[in-house]
């Protein structure tokens, strides 16, 4: 390096120095991947934590519903066949609620025929029409309101029958 500029660049790694202490050991902190990692595995038990409580809280309400309409609350706790009766509820063939398998279009129908369910179950229930959106914004609270309200099921009674009972 050229004589002349070795003072001037010695005066920047001695300026470089200041209160966090030499450049070289600020850049080589080992802690900050473990710190990242707790935040990650927080976030992750975060999420768990919420998704199981609203998994538990949904079931709940939507087992209420259920002994309202006359059909088994225990069916609210088996994922998929749920919503086989929730379809059934709104007086559509329970099969389409397996469209949620369908990635895409197959989704999206599942939502579009959930809403109107949820609409036809509302109705049922002697809600008004308008109280669909609260299910479309709001699902768990729409349900909260059918299950712990006085409301009572006008439709027809549901049958509720295990795949196994329909095949004798």
């Known amino acids: 390096m050229n004589e002349y500029l070795l003072p001037f660049f010695s005066r920047i790694s001695t300026f470089n120095d200041g209160i966090y202490g030499s450049s070289s050991s600020y850049m080589s902190d080992d802690s900050a991947p473990g710190v990242a990692i707790l935040a990650t595995l927080a976030y992750i038990f975060f999420i768990l934590i919420l998704t199981i409580g609203a998994y538990v809280f949904v079931s709940i309400c939507l087992s209420k519903v259920f002994k309202k309409a006359g059909i088994k609350p225990w069916i609210a706790w088996v994922p998929f066949?749920?919503?086989w009766k929730f379809f059934e509820m709104g007086s559509f063939h329970g099969a389409l609620s397996l469209l949620t398998?369908?990635?895409y279009a197959g989704t999206l129908a599942f939502m579009i025929l959930y809403w109107i369910s949820a609409y036809r179950i509302g109705l049922r229930f002697g809600k008004e029409g308008?109280?669909?959106?609260l299910s479309i914004f709001l699902s768990p609270v729409w349900l909260g309101i059918l299950a712990f309200d006085k409301s009572k099921w006008s439709g027809a009674?549901?049958?509720s029958t295990t795949?196994?009972?329909s095949a004798k």
């Open 81 to 83: 066949y749920n919503n």
């Open 157 to 159: 009674k549901i049958h």
């Open 101 to 103: 398998l369908v990635p």
């Open 163 to 165: 795949p196994t009972e």
């Open 130 to 133: 308008a109280f669909v959106l």
